[in-house]
């Protein structure tokens, strides 16, 4: 079975898509890390190029709960949570030739396995025949305190205005590219996390599964 749980920035969708694969014991691939990975190997390099990031020495590793990228045999993970990284990710998804390798590359990755995937094209784009989709969702400014609680609690100087323009951003720079733009795949069940627990939206997406299987 493979599903795919798409969504905006802070919709709650890694929270769900990591609790959904340690339920169900399927492995879980965070696409948008590899994103993050790519943004920061550009930025430590001074990549010209973009597509030549494919050529550096990087892996990607997923399982039950959990993504591991490594850049040269290093595991990165903190680092790739900053604004600057999530900024330049956006910027770097923008890139038609480099989305599409990469969607390549994700469904090379995943090949025949199961999994539950999760990132913003996943429904549309790489694996448009997915099992089951969801699209998860959330008001901006709701996605703009969890990420302003999660970036203070990481002991990062921030205000929630500025977290907010940056999802505002985000978004924008997300769904307005002219290729592949970012929006829910037709067939995906849209489910709104504004005022629910993580719990009751797992319940939730639990539900559909069932019903479906
Ligand atoms: O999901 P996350 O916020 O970590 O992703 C970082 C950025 O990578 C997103 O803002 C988006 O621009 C890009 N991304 C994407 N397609 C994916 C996953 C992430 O364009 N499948």
């Given at each position: 079975?493979?599903?795919?749980?798409?969504?905006p920035?802070?919709?709650?969708?890694?929270?769900?898509?990591?609790?959904?694969?340690?339920i169900?014991?399927?492995?879980?691939?965070?696409?948008?890390?590899?994103?993050?990975?790519?943004?920061?190997?550009?930025?430590?390099?001074?990549?010209?190029?973009?597509?030549?990031?494919?050529?550096?020495?990087?892996?990607?590793?997923?399982?039950?709960?959990?993504?591991?990228?490594?850049?040269?045999?290093?595991?990165?993970?903190?680092?790739?949570?900053?604004?600057?990284?999530?900024?330049?990710?956006?910027?770097?998804?923008?890139?038609?030739?480099?989305?599409?390798?990469?969607?390549?590359?994700?469904?090379?990755?995943?090949?025949?396995?199961?999994?539950?995937?999760?990132?913003?094209?996943?429904?549309?784009h790489?694996?448009?025949n997915?099992?089951?989709?969801?699209?998860?969702?959330?008001?901006?400014?709701?996605?703009?305190?969890?990420?302003?609680?999660?970036?203070?609690?990481?002991?990062?100087?921030?205000?929630?205005?500025?977290?907010?323009?940056?999802?505002?951003?985000?978004?924008?720079?997300?769904?307005e590219?002219?290729?592949?733009?970012?929006?829910?795949?037709?067939?995906?069940?849209?489910?709104?996390?504004?005022?629910?627990?993580?719990?009751?939206?797992?319940?939730?997406?639990?539900?559909?599964?069932?019903?479906?299987?």
């Amino acid at each position: 079975m493979k599903i795919a749980v798409d969504g905006p920035a802070a919709s709650g969708k890694s929270s769900v898509a990591r609790e959904l694969s340690k339920i169900l014991n399927l492995p879980y691939l965070e696409t948008g890390k590899v994103y993050r990975l790519f943004a920061y190997i550009a930025s430590q390099n001074k990549v010209k190029y973009p597509l030549s990031l494919f050529n550096e020495d990087f892996d990607v590793v997923f399982d039950i709960g959990i993504t591991r990228v490594f850049y040269r045999g290093k595991e990165l993970s903190e680092e790739l949570y900053t604004e600057e990284v999530s900024t330049e990710a956006s910027k770097l998804a923008s890139l038609p030739e480099l989305r599409e390798k990469m969607i390549e590359f994700f469904r090379a990755l995943v090949g025949q396995r199961q999994v539950v995937a999760e990132g913003r094209d996943v429904g549309t784009h790489i694996f448009p025949n997915a099992d089951i989709k969801f699209f998860i969702t959330a008001d901006p400014r709701e996605r703009a305190r969890r990420r302003y609680k999660d970036l203070v609690s990481k002991g990062i100087k921030v205000t929630y205005e500025e977290v907010l323009k940056s999802i505002v951003e985000r978004d924008k720079r997300d769904s307005e590219r002219p290729l592949y733009p970012f929006r829910p795949a037709e067939d995906a069940i849209i489910v709104d996390t504004t005022n629910k627990t993580l719990e009751e939206v797992v319940k939730e997406i639990l539900s559909y599964i069932l019903q479906k299987h």
